[in-house]
Protein backbone atom coordinates (compact mmCIF):
# COMPACT_ATOMS: atom_id res chain seq x y z
CA UNK A 1 0.00 0.00 0.00
CA UNK A 2 1.73 3.81 -1.06
CA UNK A 3 2.38 5.96 2.04
CA UNK A 4 0.40 8.86 0.79
CA UNK A 5 -2.30 9.62 -1.83
CA UNK A 6 -2.14 12.26 -3.47
CA UNK A 7 -5.87 14.52 -4.74
CA UNK A 8 -5.42 17.27 -7.56
CA UNK A 9 -9.09 18.27 -8.70
CA UNK A 10 -9.12 20.54 -11.52
CA UNK A 11 -11.52 22.11 -14.03
CA UNK A 12 -9.96 23.65 -17.23
CA UNK A 13 -6.84 24.05 -15.93
CA UNK A 14 -4.65 23.21 -19.19
CA UNK A 15 -2.13 26.15 -18.39
CA UNK A 16 -1.06 24.89 -15.53
CA UNK A 17 -1.82 21.07 -15.09
CA UNK A 18 1.33 20.17 -16.62
CA UNK A 19 3.30 22.15 -14.25
CA UNK A 20 1.57 20.92 -11.34
CA UNK A 21 1.70 16.94 -12.45
CA UNK A 22 5.41 17.59 -12.85
CA UNK A 23 6.12 18.73 -9.47
CA UNK A 24 4.41 15.99 -7.65
CA UNK A 25 6.22 13.05 -10.05
CA UNK A 26 9.66 14.62 -9.04
CA UNK A 27 8.92 14.45 -5.50
CA UNK A 28 12.56 13.05 -3.46
CA UNK A 29 9.42 11.22 -1.41
CA UNK A 30 8.05 8.46 -4.13
CA UNK A 31 5.65 5.93 -2.05
CA UNK A 32 2.90 7.49 -3.42
CA UNK A 33 0.03 7.57 -5.53
CA UNK A 34 -1.31 10.38 -7.34
CA UNK A 35 -5.37 10.67 -8.06
CA UNK A 36 -6.30 13.49 -10.75
CA UNK A 37 -10.36 14.03 -10.78
CA UNK A 38 -11.79 16.12 -13.78
CA UNK A 39 -14.67 17.93 -12.54
CA UNK A 40 -15.96 18.27 -15.90
CA UNK A 41 -13.52 19.68 -18.31
CA UNK A 42 -14.10 21.40 -21.92
CA UNK A 43 -10.60 21.91 -22.53
CA UNK A 44 -7.63 20.12 -23.54
CA UNK A 45 -6.66 19.38 -19.42
CA UNK A 46 -7.52 15.52 -19.50
CA UNK A 47 -5.03 15.38 -23.09
CA UNK A 48 -2.12 16.87 -21.14
CA UNK A 49 -2.51 14.41 -17.74
CA UNK A 50 -2.64 11.51 -20.40
CA UNK A 51 0.63 12.51 -22.14
CA UNK A 52 2.11 11.49 -18.87
CA UNK A 53 3.33 7.35 -18.69
CA UNK A 54 3.41 7.02 -14.63
CA UNK A 55 1.82 4.21 -12.96
CA UNK A 56 0.80 6.33 -9.99
CA UNK A 57 -1.24 8.29 -11.77
CA UNK A 58 -5.18 7.32 -11.46
CA UNK A 59 -7.62 9.77 -13.32
CA UNK A 60 -11.28 10.06 -12.79
CA UNK A 61 -13.93 11.64 -14.57
CA UNK A 62 -16.94 11.71 -13.04
CA UNK A 63 -17.99 14.69 -15.38
CA UNK A 64 -19.70 18.58 -13.68
CA UNK A 65 -19.68 17.29 -9.54
CA UNK A 66 -18.52 20.75 -7.83
CA UNK A 67 -15.23 20.24 -6.02
CA UNK A 68 -16.40 19.26 -2.90
CA UNK A 69 -17.68 15.91 -4.29
CA UNK A 70 -14.46 15.75 -6.74
CA UNK A 71 -12.40 15.62 -3.73
CA UNK A 72 -14.58 13.02 -1.44
CA UNK A 73 -14.55 10.96 -5.01
CA UNK A 74 -10.69 11.53 -4.78
CA UNK A 75 -10.66 10.44 -1.09
CA UNK A 76 -12.82 7.46 -1.31
CA UNK A 77 -10.76 5.99 -4.23
CA UNK A 78 -7.69 6.59 -2.01
CA UNK A 79 -5.48 4.12 -0.14
CA UNK A 80 -2.63 5.87 1.30
CA UNK A 81 -2.36 6.65 5.50
CA UNK A 82 -1.61 10.30 4.22
CA UNK A 83 -3.69 12.13 1.84
CA UNK A 84 -1.74 15.17 0.02
CA UNK A 85 -3.70 18.04 -1.66
CA UNK A 86 -2.45 20.13 -4.95
CA UNK A 87 -4.49 22.27 -6.61
CA UNK A 88 -4.14 22.42 -10.39
CA UNK A 89 -2.68 25.60 -10.73
CA UNK A 90 0.01 25.19 -7.96
CA UNK A 91 3.54 23.63 -7.83
CA UNK A 92 4.62 21.70 -4.75
CA UNK A 93 8.81 21.90 -3.74
CA UNK A 94 10.79 18.79 -4.07
CA UNK A 95 11.28 18.03 0.07
CA UNK A 96 7.47 18.30 0.50
CA UNK A 97 6.31 14.81 0.61
CA UNK A 98 9.40 13.67 2.73
CA UNK A 99 8.90 16.56 5.65
CA UNK A 100 5.20 16.35 6.06
CA UNK A 101 5.02 12.51 6.27
CA UNK A 102 7.71 12.40 8.42
CA UNK A 103 6.16 14.96 11.05
CA UNK A 104 2.62 12.85 10.91
CA UNK A 105 5.10 9.91 11.53
CA UNK A 106 6.33 11.02 14.48
CA UNK A 107 3.22 13.39 16.02
CA UNK A 108 0.63 10.62 16.57
CA UNK A 109 -1.88 13.24 18.04
CA UNK A 110 -1.48 15.45 14.59
CA UNK A 111 -4.10 14.71 12.02
CA UNK A 112 -2.99 17.98 9.73
CA UNK A 113 0.60 19.22 8.71
CA UNK A 114 0.06 22.77 6.46
CA UNK A 115 2.99 24.55 5.59
CA UNK A 116 3.88 27.95 4.29
CA UNK A 117 3.83 29.11 0.46
CA UNK A 118 5.72 31.24 -2.37
CA UNK A 119 2.91 32.99 -4.04
CA UNK A 120 3.62 32.94 -7.43
CA UNK A 121 2.10 35.37 -10.21
CA UNK A 122 0.90 34.21 -14.03
CA UNK A 123 4.30 33.78 -14.90
CA UNK A 124 5.56 31.83 -12.10
CA UNK A 125 7.74 34.83 -10.84
CA UNK A 126 7.65 34.78 -6.86
CA UNK A 127 6.31 38.12 -5.69
CA UNK A 128 5.98 37.03 -1.72
CA UNK A 129 5.05 34.29 0.64
CA UNK A 130 2.77 33.51 3.41
CA UNK A 131 3.44 33.61 7.19
CA UNK A 132 1.67 31.44 9.07
CA UNK A 133 2.22 30.26 12.86
CA UNK A 134 3.52 26.83 13.09
CA UNK A 135 1.91 25.52 16.45
CA UNK A 136 -1.44 24.24 17.24
CA UNK A 137 -2.83 27.22 18.77
CA UNK A 138 -1.92 29.95 17.39
CA UNK A 139 -3.05 28.20 13.79
CA UNK A 140 -6.28 27.78 15.85
CA UNK A 141 -6.50 31.36 16.44
CA UNK A 142 -5.65 32.10 12.83
CA UNK A 143 -8.21 29.77 11.11
CA UNK A 144 -11.36 31.30 13.49
CA UNK A 145 -9.93 35.16 12.55
CA UNK A 146 -11.00 33.94 8.68
CA UNK A 147 -7.53 33.25 7.72
CA UNK A 148 -7.01 29.83 6.53
CA UNK A 149 -3.59 28.29 5.19
CA UNK A 150 -3.48 27.14 1.66
CA UNK A 151 -5.29 24.12 0.85
CA UNK A 152 -2.39 22.98 -1.72
CA UNK A 153 0.18 22.91 1.31
CA UNK A 154 -2.28 20.28 3.71
CA UNK A 155 -1.41 16.86 4.21
CA UNK A 156 -3.43 15.11 7.02
CA UNK A 157 -4.77 11.40 7.85
CA UNK A 158 -6.95 9.72 5.80
CA UNK A 159 -8.57 7.62 8.44
CA UNK A 160 -9.43 11.22 10.01
CA UNK A 161 -11.19 12.61 7.38
CA UNK A 162 -13.28 9.98 6.53
CA UNK A 163 -14.68 9.87 10.31
CA UNK A 164 -15.79 13.45 9.50
CA UNK A 165 -17.51 12.52 6.30
CA UNK A 166 -14.29 14.24 4.17
CA UNK A 167 -15.79 17.81 2.44
CA UNK A 168 -19.08 19.24 3.39
CA UNK A 169 -20.89 18.80 0.04
CA UNK A 170 -23.54 21.97 1.58
CA UNK A 171 -20.44 24.50 1.17
CA UNK A 172 -20.35 26.27 -2.51
CA UNK A 173 -17.13 27.80 -1.19
CA UNK A 174 -14.62 27.72 1.60
CA UNK A 175 -14.57 24.02 1.34
CA UNK A 176 -10.98 23.66 2.77
CA UNK A 177 -11.70 25.66 5.60
CA UNK A 178 -14.88 24.52 7.03
CA UNK A 179 -12.94 21.19 6.46
CA UNK A 180 -10.18 22.31 8.70
CA UNK A 181 -13.35 23.45 11.45
CA UNK A 182 -14.59 20.01 11.02
CA UNK A 183 -11.41 18.06 11.89
CA UNK A 184 -10.66 20.76 14.95
CA UNK A 185 -14.12 19.45 16.15
CA UNK A 186 -13.35 15.92 16.43
CA UNK A 187 -10.19 16.76 18.55
CA UNK A 188 -7.05 16.57 15.83
CA UNK A 189 -4.03 18.92 16.27
CA UNK A 190 -2.64 20.51 13.35
CA UNK A 191 1.26 21.84 12.81
CA UNK A 192 2.53 24.03 10.30
CA UNK A 193 5.76 23.97 8.74
CA UNK A 194 7.15 27.22 8.66
CA UNK A 195 9.57 27.18 5.40
CA UNK A 196 7.39 27.64 2.11
CA UNK A 197 7.11 23.77 1.00
CA UNK A 198 4.98 24.82 -2.29
CA UNK A 199 4.34 27.81 -4.13
CA UNK A 200 1.24 29.16 -4.61
CA UNK A 201 -0.32 30.81 -7.92
CA UNK A 202 -1.74 34.14 -7.02
CA UNK A 203 -4.10 35.95 -10.00
CA UNK A 204 -6.65 38.53 -10.79
CA UNK A 205 -9.42 35.14 -12.06
CA UNK A 206 -7.73 32.93 -8.90
CA UNK A 207 -10.77 30.69 -7.05
CA UNK A 208 -12.27 33.91 -4.25
CA UNK A 209 -10.92 36.75 -6.85
CA UNK A 210 -14.02 37.60 -8.66
CA UNK A 211 -16.52 36.26 -5.75
CA UNK A 212 -19.37 38.78 -6.39
CA UNK A 213 -22.26 37.15 -3.93
CA UNK A 214 -19.45 37.01 -1.08
CA UNK A 215 -19.57 33.13 -1.39
CA UNK A 216 -16.44 32.55 0.09
CA UNK A 217 -16.56 34.88 2.92
CA UNK A 218 -20.45 33.51 3.06
CA UNK A 219 -19.68 29.95 4.00
CA UNK A 220 -16.52 30.85 6.12
CA UNK A 221 -18.78 32.59 8.68
CA UNK A 222 -21.39 29.74 8.12
CA UNK A 223 -18.18 27.45 9.16
CA UNK A 224 -17.63 29.03 12.42
CA UNK A 225 -21.36 29.66 13.67
CA UNK A 226 -21.04 25.37 12.67
CA UNK A 227 -18.05 25.22 14.78
CA UNK A 228 -18.71 27.59 17.96
CA UNK A 229 -22.23 26.05 18.22
CA UNK A 230 -20.89 22.76 18.62
CA UNK A 231 -18.15 23.68 20.62
CA UNK A 232 -21.19 24.47 23.15
CA UNK A 233 -22.56 21.15 22.97
CA UNK A 234 -24.97 21.99 20.55
CA UNK A 235 -26.19 20.61 16.78
CA UNK A 236 -24.75 22.46 14.68
CA UNK A 237 -25.82 23.40 11.25
CA UNK A 238 -23.62 22.10 8.65
CA UNK A 239 -24.84 18.15 8.77
CA UNK A 240 -28.06 18.50 10.16
CA UNK A 241 -31.28 17.48 8.02
CA UNK A 242 -32.15 19.46 5.16
CA UNK A 243 -35.11 21.38 6.22
CA UNK A 244 -33.05 22.89 9.17
CA UNK A 245 -30.49 23.39 7.05
CA UNK A 246 -32.97 25.31 4.52
CA UNK A 247 -34.16 27.61 7.33
CA UNK A 248 -30.71 28.22 8.72
CA UNK A 249 -30.05 29.18 4.94
CA UNK A 250 -32.37 31.64 4.74
CA UNK A 251 -32.15 33.25 8.23
CA UNK A 252 -28.04 33.47 7.66
CA UNK A 253 -28.30 35.15 4.11
CA UNK A 254 -30.68 37.81 4.88
CA UNK A 255 -28.21 38.74 8.58
CA UNK A 256 -25.00 38.57 6.15
CA UNK A 257 -26.74 41.21 3.55
CA UNK A 258 -27.57 43.16 6.32
CA UNK A 259 -24.04 43.04 7.98
CA UNK A 260 -22.80 43.77 4.31
CA UNK A 261 -19.44 42.10 5.17
CA UNK A 262 -18.85 40.97 1.41
CA UNK A 263 -19.64 44.88 0.68
CA UNK A 264 -16.55 45.61 3.30
CA UNK A 265 -14.24 43.32 2.07
CA UNK A 266 -14.77 44.31 -1.26
CA UNK A 267 -14.05 47.69 -0.23
CA UNK A 268 -10.54 46.62 1.21
CA UNK A 269 -9.95 45.09 -2.02
CA UNK A 270 -10.83 48.18 -4.09
CA UNK A 271 -8.47 50.55 -1.46
CA UNK A 272 -5.78 47.80 -1.92
CA UNK A 273 -5.92 48.20 -6.10
CA UNK A 274 -5.62 52.04 -5.17
CA UNK A 275 -2.62 51.44 -3.58
CA UNK A 276 -1.08 49.33 -6.24
CA UNK A 277 -2.09 51.70 -8.66
CA UNK A 278 -0.44 54.55 -7.63
CA UNK A 279 2.94 52.77 -7.25
CA UNK A 280 2.33 51.91 -10.78
CA UNK A 281 2.00 55.34 -12.01
CA UNK A 282 -1.41 55.06 -13.24
CA UNK A 283 -3.49 57.93 -11.48
CA UNK A 284 -7.02 57.33 -13.25
CA UNK A 285 -7.30 53.54 -12.35
CA UNK A 286 -5.98 54.79 -8.74
CA UNK A 287 -8.86 57.48 -8.60
CA UNK A 288 -11.77 54.71 -9.81
CA UNK A 289 -10.40 52.49 -7.46
CA UNK A 290 -10.57 54.67 -4.47
CA UNK A 291 -13.94 56.65 -4.83
CA UNK A 292 -15.16 52.37 -5.61
CA UNK A 293 -13.87 52.42 -1.97
CA UNK A 294 -15.72 55.31 -0.51
CA UNK A 295 -18.59 54.24 -2.84
CA UNK A 296 -18.86 50.27 -1.28
CA UNK A 297 -18.09 51.21 2.68
CA UNK A 298 -16.33 55.68 3.58
CA UNK A 299 -15.34 53.63 7.27
CA UNK A 300 -13.33 51.14 5.34
CA UNK A 301 -10.08 52.26 7.15
CA UNK A 302 -12.01 51.66 10.82
CA UNK A 303 -11.63 47.87 10.91
CA UNK A 304 -9.98 44.99 9.99
CA UNK A 305 -10.60 42.37 7.15
CA UNK A 306 -14.14 42.63 6.26
CA UNK A 307 -15.19 43.79 9.95
CA UNK A 308 -16.16 40.59 11.51
CA UNK A 309 -15.66 39.58 14.81
CA UNK A 310 -16.15 36.10 15.58
CA UNK A 311 -17.05 35.79 19.20
CA UNK A 312 -19.59 39.40 18.70
CA UNK A 313 -20.97 38.70 15.28
CA UNK A 314 -21.52 34.95 15.80
CA UNK A 315 -23.73 35.50 19.15
CA UNK A 316 -25.53 38.45 16.85
CA UNK A 317 -26.41 35.93 14.83
CA UNK A 318 -27.26 33.58 17.49
CA UNK A 319 -29.68 35.59 18.63
CA UNK A 320 -31.29 36.85 15.35
CA UNK A 321 -31.76 33.41 14.02
CA UNK A 322 -34.08 32.42 17.14
CA UNK A 323 -35.68 35.53 17.14
CA UNK A 324 -36.78 35.56 13.13
CA UNK A 325 -37.30 31.47 14.22
CA UNK A 326 -40.17 32.87 17.06
CA UNK A 327 -41.80 35.17 14.49
CA UNK A 328 -42.24 32.62 12.02
CA UNK A 329 -43.98 30.20 14.66
Same mark, same amino acid.
Not at 56 to 63: A, M, N, V
Not at 246 to 266: G, I, S, Y
Given at each position: MKKISVITTFYNSESTIKSAVDSILNQSFSNFEYILVDDGSTDNSVDVINKFV #???????????VGRAEALNLGLQNSSGDYIAILDADDIVLDERFSIQQELLNNNPDV??? =? =???? !? +??????????? @???????? !?? =???????????????? %??? @?ALKIQGYNLRCEKSIDYNFYLELLLAGGKFINVDKPLIRLRSYSSSWGKNDRFGLQIRYGIIGLINYFEIKEGKKGFLRVEDSVW !? &??? &??? #??????? %???????AKKYFSNA??? +???? #??? &???? =?????? %?? #??????? %?????????????????????KENRV
Open positions: #DSRITLLKPGRVLV =S =SNAE !L +INEQGKVIGKT @NFPTSHDE !LV =STLIKLNPFPHSSVMY %RRD @N !L &EFK &ETF #DAWFEQR %RFHKKMDGIS +IKNG #DLK &EAIF =SFFKTI %RL #DPWFWSY %RGCGFNEHNDIKEFVMFFHKE
